[in-house]
């Protein structure tokens, strides 16, 4: 039966038969594809779509078991070939390279000109083959953004245009590599954060930034009752927070780093009175000069220098939102169902992570009800497999029939990601 | 896509509207047709057959319902300021016109957050924030009377989206009625809500994608310091060099403008900016943020003007003086009427290296063809705003001009820029959109006008010079799944 896969995507581009490894969530797969440009992509897709067979997009599968599991698949096709910088103006601030490109690879490239696409890896690790991490196009599948997204925005205010491949093999682009463009619809943004449901991409064109000079954190501890005064003070400051992180954990009071980067006397100046203030309310805090442990990272153990998480372990991983001034409130939900939380707090965006046990189905109801009335939502990320399955992921979504509509129109034979997405699409 | 011919007709509509709407906010004389019959870019001109001035989103979904029910095609039409003819009427259909719907909900610095109606004009929020510390950072020159509805549509910039972006980057969420009827919430306050980015593809779709009925904006810290500086320069190519030598030091102003010696001339004309005498070109860059930073930023800044050989530095300090400056550039549109009866203004964008090739090539356009182009830039960005001259009255003088305006195009094309880079397609570009896309990228942008309107009633003849037939398919190979050989349906 494996043969017969491999036999009807043919020529389209290099292929093997899978491994119990491909499994996508734990649902296997027959064979894993690489194509190695758009071209074979497109060959790939029409293969497949021809033949009826399900499609999953894999970059370096950091994130693969994200969402809920799909349906069915067939074809796990994996992008790391398409891997090349295409270009880095460096003039012009803008760089394209291939979905596959690791995030990490492309910022050694940047950096050689002074240049940085402001995304953190939220599940950045070193592999002794080289980078792991996200890689680009799975940055942009899943919207990926980390502490700096208070500064610059997620990953969908940093793309300016996208080449992917539709379901049936079509070729196409959206947006450009001009910063400012209103020609036609803002395709790139509906398909950051889309799953890989609505089509391949294989090309991305983001918008850069300057390196900063120096970075400054400044950490703070305070007493859960404070919280709320403390990160009012550090979001509304002036002295231009590029980042407020906040973490919460049981029986540890709350920590709150806030990043300042910039110029070496500016920053250093800029995170002295933000410390100045912070005392002022009572609070005492001190200025770093690399960040804490945790700073961006998913998935932390917990204390400097701690075991790491064993390989292939899920947590119940949860993205949870509210409004600014809903932060406080959410935390402390969390801390009460005994879970852990580190996110942007100048965002509104945490992830929490929820001890193993029964009441985990409770706790992410109790949750979700407490970020939706807090203006945001909530969505099971990842979760232990015995686990997943009780839960809902997403959540209810707002406009879900025109997204149904939207995946109609372009991928009417749900060949890619069947049942991954919101909704069941 | 229903046909011409079988669409109904807007009388029908009106009588579905009558007890829904007030009579007087529904307008059917010709005279008062004719006041609505064009936007911004006047050379488009259509008398609409029904004006209807809603003053609830649930008036603008009973008009979207009654078109819908009665194929009629509708328009949706904020201050009328748009510059690509967005808001052009359409002959056999209803202009849905939701500046009265001007409600400021909401100001929530606490949550850096506003909640406005489509019809709250631009700087009416700002206005709000500001006592708050807050501001809405999206700022096109039109800021004073352009509604938030037609920025969501446009996805509109200004001088200050260089550093902190576009439109797009500052809704969270809105309400819509769908060109079938349905209101609908997009997005929700906090970022990053499930499922697809809906929000996302709303902003900047022009209104084809149906009508914004409210949205929830974010809200921007007011910085601490602002400095304003205006360098006169010889060329645009020593201003050019300067705005290159800037960024290439690392530094992302809030914005970075050059005007041109034809534009200065009309800016002089018309508001008396005082812009340094004799300058080939006159550059304004603003930093803001911390106060240490933008001392230091002000500093290398200064340096590099005076480096790329500024004849005249000043710097403004205060609002006033920083007002003075930036009034002959928000007025350069307007105060080339001074120096032409008529112009065309374009809105192509190049990337920015290619800047100095551009404007050179555009000079030996003009001199060629023997038409005037007058030059405003957001040059930080590469957006240019070239104003091509012309007097409708003399022979041959407008498909001139229409010609070089078309050139222009192609040239930023050419050097892998975009047709427009803040003001829309509308129905003025749609036909470049080709020389832009492929037919596949227009077609897969259509896919999502099916998705939301698929008989193609909201705003049609827009955006896209040819419409896609929704529902219509490529032939795929029917059969069953490959590994279900006994053919089970698997999906
Ligand atoms: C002097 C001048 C300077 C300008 N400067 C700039 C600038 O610096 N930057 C810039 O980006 N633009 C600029 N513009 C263009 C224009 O002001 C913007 O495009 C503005 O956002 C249009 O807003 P409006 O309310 O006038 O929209 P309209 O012109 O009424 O409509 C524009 C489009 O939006 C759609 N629309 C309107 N309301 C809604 C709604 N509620 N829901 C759905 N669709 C809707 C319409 O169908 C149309 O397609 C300028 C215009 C002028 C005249």
Known sequence: MTGSVLDLIGAACQAREATAADAVDGVTTQVVASPASTEETSALLRACHEHGLAVVVRGHGTKLAWGTPPERVDVVLDTTRMDALVEHSRGDLIATAGAGMPLARLAAHLAEGGHQLVVDDLVAVDRPDGPGGSTLGGAVATNLSGPRRTWVGAMRDLVIGVRFVRPDGTVAKAGGKVVKNVAGYDLSKLLCGSYGSLAVITEVTVRLHPLPEADRWVGTSVEPDRLAAVLAEVVQSQE?????????????????????????AGATARAETLRDRLATLGC??????????????LLHPGQRGGTPVPDGSRPVLLKATARLSGIPQLLEEVTAVQGTATGSAGSGVLYVTLPPGDEVHDHVQRLRSVSTRLGGSLVVLDAPPQTKPGLDSWGAVPGLELMRRVKQEFDPRRTLAPGRFVGGL | MTSAGSRGSVTEVLADLRGVVPER???????????????????????????????????????????????????????????????????????????RLRTLHEVRPQDQRAVVDPGVINLQVSKAANPHGYYFAPDPSSQQICSIGGNVAENSGGAHCLKYGFTSNHVLSLDVVTPQGEQVTLGTEAPDAPGYDLVGAFVGSEGTLGVATRATVRLTRLPQEVRTVLAGFASTDQAGAATSAIIAAGIVPAAIEIMDALAIEAAEKAVSCGYPAGAGAVLVVELDGSALEVEHEYARVEQICREAGTFEFRMATDAAERAEIWKGRKSAFAAVGRISPDYIVQDGVVPRTALPEVLRRMGEISAERGVRVANVFHAGDGNLHPLVLFDASEEGATERAEEVSGMILDLCIEHGGSITGEHGVGADKARYMPRMFTDDDLDTMQLVRCAFDPEGLANPGKVYP???????????????????????EVF
């Open chain 1, 240 to 264: 231009v927070p590029h980042a407020v992180e906040v973490r919460v954990r049981p029986g540890v009071r709350p920590a709150v780093v806030t990043l300042l980067s910039g110029t070496e």
């Open chain 1, 284 to 297: 005492e805090a001190r200025v770093h000069d690399v960040a804490p442990p945790w700073w961006g990272v």
């Open chain 2, 25 to 99: 906010q529904l307008l059917t004389d010709p005279s008062e047709l004719d006041t609505y019959a064009c936007d911004g870019l006047a050379a488009y001109r259509v008398r609409p057959a029904l004006v209807v001035l809603a003053d609830s989103a649930d008036q603008v979904a009973a008009t979207v319902t009654a078109c819908a029910r009665r194929g009629v095609p509708f328009v949706a039409r904020g201050s009328g300021t748009g510059l690509s003819g967005g808001a052009l009427p359409h002959a056999e259909g209803v202009l849905l016109v939701t500046s």
């Open chain 2, 466 to 488: 040819t419409p896609r037939l929704c529902g219509e398919r490529p032939r795929v190979v029917q059969g069953a799944h490959p590994l279900t050989a006994d053919g089970v």
